[in-house]
């Protein structure tokens, strides 16, 4: 990786994207204009304490806000936080993709060598 893409990923935050759970939740809180532990608990296969877990996760990346709602937080998507890191994966696709171009034209050339 160049250092400019280097320093521009947060892997704490990529770590947090990197979990399904946590995906499917991102994809549920955006579709629903947000939800609570419980409401999120229902439509995913796994306890309510985990859901409480991993939007403690999401929490502390800053890709969720917790807003107090009665005994319960609902919790909204921080879309600045989700730009930032689809802007990151763009980074880093772009990166890999000119590593690809780089290794296709040094195969070609290779080719090329040995056909001669």
Same mark, same amino acid.
């Given at each position: 990786?160049?250092? #400019?893409?280097?320093?521009? /990923?947060?892997? =704490?935050?990529?770590?947090?994207?990197?979990?399904?759970? +946590?995906?499917?939740?991102?994809?549920?809180?955006?579709?629903?204009? &947000?939800?609570?532990?419980?409401?999120?608990? $229902? !439509? *995913?296969?796994?306890? +309510? $304490?985990?859901?409480?877990?991993?939007?403690? /996760?999401?929490?502390? /990346?800053?890709? /969720? +806000?917790?807003?107090?709602?009665?005994? =319960?937080?609902?919790?909204?998507?921080?879309?600045?936080?989700? %730009?930032? #890191?689809? %802007? !990151? *994966?763009?980074?880093? &696709?772009? #990166?890999?993709? #000119? +590593?690809? !171009?780089?290794?296709?034209?040094?195969?070609?050339?290779? !080719?090329?060598?040995? =056909?001669?």
């Amino acid at each position: 990786m160049t250092t #400019a893409v280097a320093d521009t /990923v947060d892997d =704490e935050l990529w770590s947090a994207i990197g979990d399904p759970t +946590r995906r499917r939740m991102l994809d549920l809180l955006l579709t629903e204009s &947000g939800g609570t532990a419980t409401t999120l608990g $229902q !439509q *995913l296969p796994v306890t +309510r $304490q985990a859901v409480a877990k991993h939007l403690g /996760v999401l929490n502390r /990346v800053g890709l /969720v +806000r917790a807003i107090p709602e009665g005994r =319960e937080r609902r919790y909204r998507v921080d879309e600045a936080q989700l %730009a930032r #890191a689809v %802007a !990151q *994966l763009s980074s880093v &696709g772009a #990166a890999w993709d #000119a +590593r690809l !171009q780089r290794i296709k034209r040094i195969a070609e050339a290779i !080719q090329h060598n040995r =056909e001669e």
